[in-house]
């Protein structure tokens, strides 16, 4: 019976655990039951969860048995490598964030949670390599929900047997926590699934460390001499354009963690490299019915940024979003009311400039002292403190041995939507973690609830910890007031390394509220992490950077043998199904449609081209990425999979793989003729083969719904080229049309403005008079033109515009009106 009680439980609690969204913002379910004696006790295992059992460690919590001498720190100049790659597929595969997902989408690669159909760009994989004395530090952006140290060691792992390159505790992962990509990696009981992150699987976990390894190799492979820096700056989003205090019950206490933290390479010539952007920001602007892989808000502010910073300097950089305290900060970006997509870019387009005046802030350093430390810890009840703390204990007062999540006081002891109510010294009726692995077959300690992984670094006197979870703002606050205590400066990567659900400060979860909820530890989690990180950071302040990698048990999660997924063939050959039309209006959106390969011979690449008057060559990205192309890898186009039959959760011999691609002409696209090129792999049942598809040529120009105004006063006359809004248009769970940021600068519902040089002329009778002029776009004031430089009479004159870039101009025109 407490077997089936607890499984009803469990089954209840994790139906609603997923972080909170737009439809999961209410608390998960009462879990009011109090703990039996055997899960309080630990009595029906020999294991004791104390430190009694755990191999000898030294004051630093590192094990005692190591070998490795210590040797002082490297101190010199600094080379650095970056790299980008992605991470996204395969379409089919679960997305992890939002707990019970409903399978409508029933894939090969899904099991609780609902499958994939297509993506909204590529997550990208961005690592930045620093090395000073043949010592390195690694940090890799990843677009997952969260770092596990499935993946953490997994790309260690990966990068020593694929490459040859040996950074065993060398590595900070950071993951942005979107709640759109990638599920599977994370080894709990299958069942413990429907939290989020499906259950395990292990040809997914190697297809994501194999893709992380090679990044990271091509990082290193890019070294070479380089300068670095780090800065920050306090209340840098004072009105919450890019993201929002989510967390009420902590009131007035702690708000939303109001730092902005850079740390960037560059070349010593000055070229840029890559910056990591640290400050803590959900990824849930796209709710939980979404079916397209994304980055979402992390992925909106990273483009936009590096379309921005390419624009402002003419060259190129990686952005790389790491959390910091976003357990409890929501993405902001609605302030004009744009949908899901375009509200992403509304992010990086409020976020972009704020960055941009920090970066130009850094002060650049050509040498660093360079100490990395990470070990593997025991989690028990004992040796966070517990024992003289009465807070985490069932009605009986018996401890939460094993640890206890869904913690919620009786609502006649604790309002968790007032702040003035606590659940200190009140009944916490958690559910005791023993009592769940136990009823789903599992055995404590169990190395995804009692084992963590922790990493510090120290670059001069700059500091990083990692943290593995979702920490809140009171957690970081915490953390830099101990930088604080030891003189030294420094950053806090969340959602790093290993993940234990939610982090707050003891009187931050005795508020209660969702995040108190969601937590595997109690109230002393958190503080016993950062305290035992300060000790790390201390040896390292005193120079002492060995040993690089300790553990106090070895891991008690590890992975399995897999056979890898049979390919299943295409019924047709690759080839168009589709075409658009011949002719697309700017903020249109066109479809076309193809017969590919399967999505586990990766994602199809589709890329605009244009004829240049010499053939068709590919539209550079606005990133300025060298090499890289306007294409679907970003958030310019919508990619679907939708084969037929549709899927059923069972591979097929062969079925006809049926892809198409949306894309919304942006609204200041060059007039001209382009045309799309897709690149795949498909599978004919014997053999794999690469494929590439171009579409019909169609012209980009002014869409009838565009107007020119032309306004004449004071001497200056004043264009302005709008358009009304396209309709944003959604098919079931993914838009199809409208989806684009056109106009950062006005409402959805509002005219959107051309903001880019105007190549201006004037006709009069019908015949073209006077000279051509460059009229740039300025902020604020927009396209200005002094019209005493032309020489006319304005009397009877039009004015006649394109876009300065057009490939073939397309006009527009409209009379001068004014005196």
């Not at 609780?112 to 760009?121: I, T």
């Not at 919450?240 to 007035?252: M, Q, T």
């Not at 005193?542 to 890898?564: R, T």
């Not at 550079?620 to 039959?645: E, F, I, K, Q």
């Amino acid at each position: 019976m407490k077997q089936q009680l607890w499984w009803w439980r469990a089954f209840a609690a994790l139906a609603l655990a997923g972080c909170p969204g737009s439809a999961a913002e209410t608390s998960a379910t009462d879990a009011s039951s109090t703990s039996d004696a055997t899960a309080a006790t630990g009595s029906s295992t020999d294991v004791t969860p104390t430190s009694s059992g755990a191999p000898p460690t030294t004051s630093s919590g590192t094990t005692a048995s190591t070998t490795e001498e210590i040797d002082p720190l490297p101190q010199g100049p600094i080379q650095a490598g970056v790299a980008v790659g992605y991470l996204t597929g395969p379409v089919g595969a679960s997305m992890a964030g939002y707990g019970g997902r409903t399978v409508t989408n029933n894939t090969p690669w899904n099991h609780l949670l609902n499958g994939a159909s297509g993506f909204y760009g590529l997550g990208t994989i961005k690592a930045m390599v620093i090395e000073v004395g043949g010592e390195r530090l690694v940090v890799m952006k990843m677009p997952t929900m969260s770092s596990e140290h499935s993946l953490t060691e997994g790309a260690i792992e990966k990068l020593k047997a694929d490459h040859g390159i040996d950074i065993t505790g060398r590595l900070i992962t950071a993951a942005t926590h979107s709640h759109h990509n990638l599920a599977r990696y994370w080894r709990l009981p299958a069942p413990l699934g429907f939290v989020g992150g499906d259950s395990p699987d292990e040809e997914l976990i190697d297809r994501m460390t194999t893709a992380m390894a090679d990044v990271i190799a091509a990082a290193v492979a890019d070294l070479a001499p380089a300068q670095w820096g780090a800065t920050w700056l306090d209340d840098w989003d004072p009105d919450d354009a890019v993201y929002r205090d989510r967390r009420g019950e902590n009131d007035p206490t702690y708000g939303k963690d109001a730092r902005l933290t850079l740390l960037a390479v560059r070349r010593p010539d000055g070229t840029p490299m890559a910056t990591v952007i640290n400050f803590g920001m959900h990824g849930t602007v796209f709710d939980s019915p979404n079916e397209l892989f994304t980055e979402d808000a992390a992925g909106g502010l990273e483009m936009k940024f590096e379309e921005a910073f390419f624009a402002a300097k003419g060259q190129p950089i990686f952005g790389m979003f790491a959390q910091s305290g976003g357990g409890d900060a929501s993405p902001a970006g609605d302030g004009l009311g744009h949908p899901e997509p375009a509200r992403i870019e509304r992010i990086g387009h409020a976020a972009a400039p704020r960055i941009l005046a920090l970066y130009d802030a850094i002060e650049w350093r050509d040498e660093a002292t360079l100490g990395v430390r990470s070990r593997r810890i025991d989690l028990t009840y004992s040796g966070m403190g517990y024992d003289d703390y009465p807070e985490f204990q069932n009605a009986q007062g018996g401890p939460y041995l094993w640890g206890a999540w869904q913690c919620k006081g009786a609502e006649a002891d604790v309002d968790d939507g007032n702040p003035a109510t606590s659940l200190e010294g009140k009944p916490k009726n958690c559910m005791p973690m023993q009592g769940l692995l136990e009823s789903l077959g599992e055995t404590v300690p169990h190395g995804e609830v009692h084992q963590t992984y922790l990493t510090v670094a120290r670059l001069d006197d700059f500091y990083m910890l990692t943290l593995p979870g979702e920490p809140t703002a009171s957690v970081i606050q915490y953390a830099r007031t101990a930088y604080e205590d030891r003189a030294v400066d420094g950053m806090v990567f969340g959602y790093s390394q290993d993940h234990l659900l939610y982090l707050t400060q003891p009187d931050d979860w005795l508020q209660g509220g969702y995040e108190s909820e969601m937590s595997l530890w109690g109230p002393l989690l958190a503080k016993y992490l950062v305290d035992g990180q300060m000790t790390e950071v201390e040896a390292l302040i005193a120079g002492d950077g060995s040993p690089v990698w300790s553990e106090q048990s070895p891991s008690l999660s590890v992975g399995k043998s897999f056979e890898p997924r049979a390919l299943e063939a295409g019924v047709d050959a690759p080839g168009l199904t589709a075409e658009p039309p011949p002719t697309i209006w700017r903020g249109e959106t066109l479809r076309a449609a193809w017969n590919g390969g399967e999505p586990g011979l990766g994602e199809p690449r589709v890329t605009v081209q244009v004829d240049d008057g010499g053939g068709f060559v590919d539209v550079a990205s606005p990133s300025g990425w060298a090499g890289a192309a306007l294409d679907n890898s970003r958030y310019h186009m919508l990619t679907h999979y939708a084969p037929d039959p549709k899927p059923n959760g069972k591979l097929l011999a062969e079925r006809q793989q049926k892809w198409f691609v949306d894309w919304q002409v942006p609204a200041d696209l060059p007039a001209g003729t382009y045309r799309l090129r897709i690149d795949g792999r498909a599978f004919d049942g014997q053999a794999t083969e690469d494929y590439a598809l171009t579409t019909a040529p169609f012209e980009v120009a002014f869409a009838p719904e565009h107007a020119l105004s032309a306004v004449l006063a004071g001497g200056q006359l004043t264009l302005d080229v709008t358009r009304p809004p396209p309709a944003y248009v959604m098919d079931d769970k993914w838009p199809v049309g409208g989806f684009r940021l056109l106009d950062p600068e006005v409402a959805a519902d509002a005219p959107v403005h051309l903001r880019v040089p105007l190549t201006l002329s004037f006709t009069k009778d019908d015949l073209p008079v006077g000279d051509t002029h460059e009229v740039p776009y300025v902020s604020g004031i927009g396209h200005v033109f002094d019209f005493a430089t032309a020489g006319l009479d304005p009397d009877g004159l039009v004015a006649r515009v394109h876009l300065r870039d057009d490939v073939v101009p397309a006009f527009i025109e409209a009379p001068i009106l004014g005196p």
